[in-house]
């Protein structure tokens, strides 16, 4: 008995193990498959808008620059406009997976903490009040009224103390408050409200290689400090006190995620507006996909995120040919009966 006991332990090992492996092969083919249609969607954002260039010519245009024709559309309108789609997709894919890690909450998502607001606020004030019109201008306030926010919100929710529920009353309250501030402003400033409202609505189309320099540093350490604290917050996910028990650190852990979240969606904001909802749905759905892991949920919403949102934004060119409706407006017409069925679905599982 005593000979027989270690090849049936062996054989139990290897039985586990077996379906674990094929479970990461179907999830890294999942992953390779979502980047080819990602490039599908990137090719079809350099083809089709108000004068649609055939791929031929989509091939010639990306390596040559004749300084006519299709060649100047493609490399100074439709690459930033491309490029700027997919880095801010990618930073609201990973805030809504990071925020819904951090508020253990599958319908948050990145506005919970009032980035979107902050961002705003500090817009309308640079307007207003500073006389700034440039979009690379409105980026550097942008984003620094979503840092500001986020630090007042972390410190209200408790800071070292902060708990999931804190920060998301902390973030309310700032939201409502900001929210009143912008429209006051821009009731009182009619010259305000006519530059803003374009900002708002969310839109890639005044894109430019500029935005996308300016933008890209803050999305690049944001993605890298998400993509860090994968294995702490799926430990987070388990509860406080079980979280504690397998060695994470709370405290530095929560304050990573909201400094990842503040640099991924205050620069995405920052770049191209409010753009909501693809926060929400993407890593929503995906969790639907690769289970409960951060480890495979953080890439799958890198990877999906601009896939929406620069799908989107084709199908707001398509439809309103040779006009455009901007991709804030397509994601939110997308994103609300979206958002009614998840919240329906989960109220009956509660039932």
Known sequence: ????????????TSAAAEPRGRRRSVRAAGLLAA????????????????????????????FHNSGTGNDVLIQDLRVPRTILGVIVGVALGLSGAVMQALTRNPLAEPGLLGVNAGAAAAVVSAISFLGVTSLSG????????????SVVVYV??????????????????ATAALYGYVNAVQLLDSAALDRLRFWTVGSL?????????????????????ALLIARPLNAMEMGDDTARALGAHLNRTRATGMVSVTLLCGAATAACGPIVFIGLMVPYLVRALTGPDMRWILPYAA???????????VLGRVVARPSELQVGIVTALVGGPVFIHLVRRKRMAQL
């Open 1 to 12: 008995m005593l000979v027989d006991s270690p090849p049936k332990q062996s054989a139990d």
């Open 35 to 62: 980047v080819g249609v990602l490039l599908l969607i990137c090719v079809a954002s350099i083809m089709i808008g108000a004068k649609p260039v055939p791929l031929g010519d989509v091939w010639h245009g990306l």
């Open 138 to 149: 409105y980026v550097w306030f942008a984003f620094l009224g979503a840092a500001v926010v």
């Open 156 to 173: 209200l929710g408790g800071s070292r103390s902060a708990t999931p529920v804190r920060l998301a009353l902390a973030g309310t309250a």
């Open 205 to 225: 189309a005044n894109a430019d290689m500029a935005t996308v320099r300016s933008v890209a540093p803050f999305i690049v350490v944001g993605v890298v400090l």
């Open 303 to 313: 990877v999906l995120s601009p896939v929406l949102l620069l799908g989107s934004d």
